[in-house]
């Protein structure tokens, strides 16, 4: 038919011309796009043949309140025929970036009072470092160099943001990365006690961290490694960045991920849910006390800004996320069926010997796998069960960077009971075929 000719058409000039962001180049060109979406709704994706799948991953952890809200294409479609964009460089503003900058830091822990808006989760990172960096030059202690991450850490792609990333892969791409980056074990505080004893405190600017790591696996940090975090920064004056990227917004059970753990950053990166992956929008909170330096400090121009920090038609949009957050009780939604989904995967934990493990909080959740010795399966069996779970009808993610043999699940935020039983259903008869 027309229709099958069209799809083919598009397959192959996929292949030849879209070159896809964190992809296999040989699996994309021998394969071609495995599916090529075309709508969405709550839950679900669909692609051009017609297959209908759950979006499990809520696309890339993003998607919090669903496909297809109305409500946001309105929002963004009244705020770009009014002014869809405008310069804030300098004194220039704008009204919805305004009442997204208080909106948001409302919402946060009380010392954290000023929002510089970026387009994503690399450059809000990017623009963290260097704050901090900044901000240690003017408070007269320009030795404060050197930013400290953690294994199994992603906080983005750019060179900053990949220079602290912790996943080998993704540092191996280039091999030649940003100076002054360091790196501990990402549960062990006597580590990094050790790191910056053996640096030097005074060269320390900051400690970045994933209040949970996610694309490392969904490493939840045990209960009292954030405060010990948090002291060990008051003892040295480093300052303390957390990635909320995936965790803000609601993604856990709660506004922000560090709010599980009682400890209030010195900055906070935001992006992803802010506007569920409606439009391109991210950021950085810092404290009162940072931005009270600034002013008070700073002679010259900030010289660090996006051309899209502060987009209108972006923090509209981000504005109306916010109130269907709040308006549909999302946020206790992902708590209560964050624990549904962990009961139920610990419930296949005790059927299926192959899982080792089951990680999770709120709306991230992970297993892991071994073979049938406790040994690692060689090859890892994670792949093949998204695979299957693919043509079953979920979306997933296999992740097995850092020798992890691991399934991660993300849904969003809007899930039902119901769509959850769905997930588990379908997630266990995908993980049958492989043993
Ligand atoms: N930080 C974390 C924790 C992330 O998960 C991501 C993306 O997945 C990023 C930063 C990078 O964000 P972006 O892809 O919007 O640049």
């Given at each position: 038919?027309k229709?099958q000719?069209?799809?083919?058409r598009?397959?192959?000039?996929?292949?030849k011309?879209?070159l896809?962001?964190?992809?296999?180049?040989?699996e994309?060109q021998?394969?071609?796009?495995?599916?090529?979406f075309?709508?969405?709704?709550g839950?679900y994706?669909e692609?051009m043949k017609?297959t209908?799948?759950?979006d499990?991953?809520s696309s890339?952890w993003n998607?919090?309140?669903?496909?297809?809200?109305?409500?946001?294409a309105?929002?963004?479609k009244?705020?770009?025929a009014?002014?869809?964009?405008?310069?804030?460089?300098?004194t220039f503003s704008?009204?919805?970036?305004?009442?997204?900058?208080?909106?948001i830091t409302d919402?946060a822990p009380?010392?954290?009072?000023a929002v510089?808006?970026?387009?994503?989760?690399s450059e809000?990172?990017?623009?963290a470092?260097?704050?901090a960096r900044?901000?240690?030059l003017?408070?007269?202690?320009?030795?404060?160099k050197?930013i400290i991450?953690?294994?199994?850490?992603y906080?983005?792609?750019?060179m900053g943001a990949?220079?602290a990333?912790?996943?080998?892969g993704?540092?191996?791409?280039?091999?030649?990365?940003?100076p002054?980056?360091h790196f501990v074990?990402?549960?062990?505080?006597g580590?990094l006690r050790?790191l910056?004893?053996?640096?030097?405190p005074?060269?320390i600017a900051?400690i970045?961290?994933?209040?949970?790591?996610?694309?490392?696996g969904v490493?939840?940090?045990?209960?009292d490694?954030?405060?010990e975090?948090k002291?060990?920064c008051?003892?040295?004056?480093?300052?303390?960045?957390t990635?909320?990227?995936?965790?803000?917004?609601?993604?856990t059970?709660k506004?922000?991920?560090m709010?599980?753990?009682?400890?209030?950053?010195?900055?906070?990166c935001?992006?992803?849910?802010?506007?569920?992956?409606y439009?391109?929008?991210?950021g950085?909170m810092?404290s009162e006390q940072?931005h009270?330096?600034?002013?008070?400090?700073?002679?010259?121009?900030l010289?660090?800004g996006?051309?899209y920090?502060?987009?209108a038609?972006?923090?509209?949009?981000g504005?109306k996320n916010?109130e269907l957050?709040e308006?549909?009780n999302?946020?206790?939604?992902?708590?209560?069926?964050?624990e549904?989904?962990l009961?139920?995967?610990?419930?296949?934990?005790?059927e299926r010997?192959?899982?080792s493990a089951v990680?999770g909080?709120?709306?991230?959740?992970?297993l892991?796998f071994?073979?049938?010795?406790?040994?690692p399966?060689?090859p890892?069996?994670?792949?093949?069960?998204f695979k299957e779970?693919?043509?079953l009808?979920?979306i997933?993610r296999?992740?097995?960077?850092?020798a992890?043999?691991t399934i991660?699940?993300?849904?969003?935020?809007i899930?039902?009971?119901e769509?959850?039983?769905k997930?588990?259903h379908?997630?266990k008869?995908?993980?049958k075929?492989?043993?």
């Amino acid at each position: 038919t027309k229709k099958q000719v069209d799809i083919q058409r598009l397959e192959e000039l996929d292949k030849k011309h879209f070159l896809h962001p964190t992809t296999s180049i040989k699996e994309q060109q021998e394969a071609g796009p495995a599916f090529i979406f075309q709508t969405g709704k709550g839950i679900y994706l669909e692609d051009m043949k017609g297959t209908t799948l759950i979006d499990g991953m809520s696309s890339l952890w993003n998607v919090n309140v669903g496909h297809g809200r109305e409500e946001l294409a309105d929002a963004a479609k009244e705020q770009m025929a009014k002014l869809a964009f405008t310069s804030c460089f300098s004194t220039f503003s704008n009204e919805p970036a305004i009442l997204l900058a208080k909106k948001i830091t409302d919402l946060a822990p009380a010392p954290l009072t000023a929002v510089f808006f970026t387009s994503g989760g690399s450059e809000a990172n990017d623009t963290a470092y260097k704050l901090a960096r900044h901000y240690w030059l003017l408070k007269g202690q320009p030795e404060r160099k050197k930013i400290i991450s953690r294994t199994k850490s992603y906080h983005g792609v750019s060179m900053g943001a990949t220079s602290a990333t912790g996943l080998q892969g993704f540092r191996e791409f280039t091999k030649s990365l940003a100076p002054d980056f360091h790196f501990v074990d990402h549960f062990d505080t006597g580590a990094l006690r050790r790191l910056i004893e053996a640096e030097g405190p005074e060269t320390i600017a900051a400690i970045i961290a994933e209040p949970v790591q996610g694309a490392g696996g969904v490493h939840v940090a045990p209960k009292d490694y954030f405060k010990e975090v948090k002291d060990i920064c008051t003892q040295y004056g480093i300052l303390l960045i957390t990635d909320e990227v995936i965790t803000g917004f609601g993604r856990t059970g709660k506004w922000f991920g560090m709010e599980h753990y009682g400890v209030i950053p010195d900055m906070m990166c935001f992006a992803k849910g802010i506007t569920s992956g409606y439009v391109q929008l991210g950021g950085v909170m810092i404290s009162e006390q940072i931005h009270n330096d600034l002013k008070e400090l700073s002679s010259g121009t900030l010289l660090h800004g996006y051309t899209y920090s502060g987009h209108a038609m972006a923090c509209a949009v981000g504005l109306k996320n916010i109130e269907l957050i709040e308006k549909e009780n999302l946020v206790e939604n992902a708590r209560a069926r964050g624990e549904q989904l962990l009961k139920s995967l610990e419930w296949i934990k005790s059927e299926r010997k192959i899982v080792s493990a089951v990680r999770g909080l709120g709306l991230m959740a992970a297993l892991d796998f071994v073979d049938q010795n406790q040994q690692p399966f060689q090859p890892p069996v994670s792949p093949f069960i998204f695979k299957e779970a693919a043509k079953l009808g979920l979306i997933c993610r296999a992740v097995t960077l850092n020798a992890q043999d691991t399934i991660v699940l993300a849904p969003p935020l809007i899930i039902s009971k119901e769509e959850t039983e769905k997930i588990i259903h379908i997630l266990k008869e995908a993980i049958k075929t492989v043993e």
